[in-house]
């Protein structure tokens, strides 16, 4: 039986292929040039997490494959301004359909309500066509998963994201996949959560924190719901903290974000 993961990527690529034939990669590039003319840079993700205060990187994420949906009728024009507006360090938006509950427009919506922070396009890149869509919906950086990436592929998209002017939290999960930190990306993201099983533990970014290079800017992602926990891992080295299901969850994710961070 295939894994969560696998699924995943499985559908990914054909979605891709849909896409390519739906907009060719030259005309969607075309699209971004003739954008970028009048779009100004956007904010650097990885300065936003070194100078806040919390750190935190609330997510704007509607499903899960674990948990189904958590806010089906969450608004992309509401939810991520909130954060931003009680205190988030940087925002993340999941943009994949099939499940995630998510879409490319969201990032679009955000930015349109007046979200200037850093935008995480979090979704499950395989090709370069992705990076292209990321840069067209706005992000200021991407999400590459060392799990579904060989590490020469996944050096070459980095390279790209960052010709399109895209920062790039990398994801590890394992101590095997630590290797990948010596491509030198902008943010190093330890994963708590495995991803064919989607079981998580907190305590796995403990455990791989002091592996990574010592000027890493580190993320902690997923399963972090207690204010103790945020500071006990800035204590071991993390700048960063991806959070979203316990803000998705209450009625008013951005005044949790506010109570949340009242709490640090």
Known sequence: MKDVLETIVAHKRQEIDEWRRFLPLKQLYGIIEFEGRDKRPQPSFRRSLTESTTGIIAEFKRRSPSKGWIKQEGKADVIPLSYQQNGAAAVSILTDREFFGGYDEFVQEARLSGVSLPILY????????????????????????????????????????????????????????????????????????????????????????????????????????????????????????????????????????HDFIAQL
């Open 122 to 257: 979090k979704n499950f890149i395989i090709d370069e066509y992705q990076l292209f869509q990321a840069k067209h919906a706005g992000a200021s950086a991407v999400l590459l998963i060392a799990a579904v990436l060989e590490k020469e592929n996944c050096g070459m998209l980095m390279r790209l994201a960052h010709d399109l002017g895209m920062e790039v939290l990398l994801e590890m999960h394992t101590e095997e996949e630590l290797d990948y930190a010596m491509l030198e990306p902008d943010v190093c993201g330890i994963n708590n959560r495995n991803l064919g099983t989607f079981v998580t533990d907190v305590q796995n970014s403990y455990r791989l924190a002091e592996l990574l290079p010592k000027d890493a800017v580190k993320v902690s992602e997923s399963g972090i719901s207690h204010p103790e926990t945020v500071r006990e891992l800035r204590a071991a080295g993390f700048n960063g903290f991806l959070m979203g299901e316990c803000f998705m969850k209450a009625a008013d994710p951005g005044q949790a974000l």
